[in-house]
């Protein structure tokens, strides 16, 4: 190899391994004074489940609303959260966060999949913020044509997928909830000018 051909190869080679260190910086996990503050908050609490916990492994699927202890934080990769259900089983729940991992994203996923307040408490606190058909309807998982989207929310969890239109007068907005176990079975609600006029279960 002649010293041309040489200086042509180190020249890649220098530019290859600064691309690895610039994706490395970009890329980098969640900084550990961030993953402890996150372990300290969450690690050892009883939640309930907003949406279906799917186990990443074969234990399949926890219900909405089920009673779980958080027993593992995985703050790496795209994310993941560990916990306990009453049957005893560990089911571990991809949290399939967009790289790269922040303290404020991991918290804000845990907190659409999860409540750190129970039933009784989340009814009273909706029998003062929506009135008492509302919150029931809410602890019931129920809807109620007119229900504000934010009460929706509250009722059903946050939906898999979501798709707007929009005209001259109204703006529509479909969620559509996917039910892990059967994924051609499909739940909806529409919302128009983010109050609720229909849904399907």
């Not at 200086?7 to 690895?20: K, N, R, W």
């Not at 503050?37 to 909405?64: C, H, M, P, S």
């Not at 560990?82 to 303290?103: D, I, Q, S, W």
């Not at 039933?119 to 909706?126: A, D, E, G, M």
Request: with cysteine; charged share 25%.
């Amino acid at each position: 190899m002649n010293a041309k051909h040489f200086s042509i190869l180190l020249i890649c080679l220098v530019v290859a391994i600064s691309g690895c260190k610039v994706a490395n910086v970009v890329m980098k996990d969640i900084p550990i004074q961030d993953m402890d503050f996150l372990e300290d908050k969450y690690l050892g609490r009883t939640a309930w489940t907003k949406a279906y916990i799917v186990d990443i492994g074969q234990n399949g699927v926890i219900e909405k609303d089920t009673k779980i202890k958080v027993v593992e934080l995985d703050m790496h990769w795209t994310g993941a959260v560990g916990v306990k259900a009453p049957n005893n089983h560990k089911y571990r729940h991809a949290l399939k966060l967009e790289r790269p991992v922040t303290k404020e994203s991991f918290e804000k996923a845990i907190n659409e999949l999860l409540w750190f307040s129970n039933p009784t408490v989340r009814y009273r606190r909706n029998l003062w913020k929506y009135g008492k058909e509302v919150a029931t309807a809410i602890l019931n998982h129920q809807l109620i044509e007119g229900m504000s989207k934010e009460a929706a929310l509250e009722s059903w969890g946050p939906p898999d997928e979501i798709e707007e239109s929009q005209t001259s007068s109204e703006n529509a907005v479909q969620w559509i909830y996917l039910d892990p176990r059967d994924t051609l079975n499909k739940s909806n609600i529409i919302f128009v000018n983010d109050i609720v006029t229909e849904w399907s279960e």
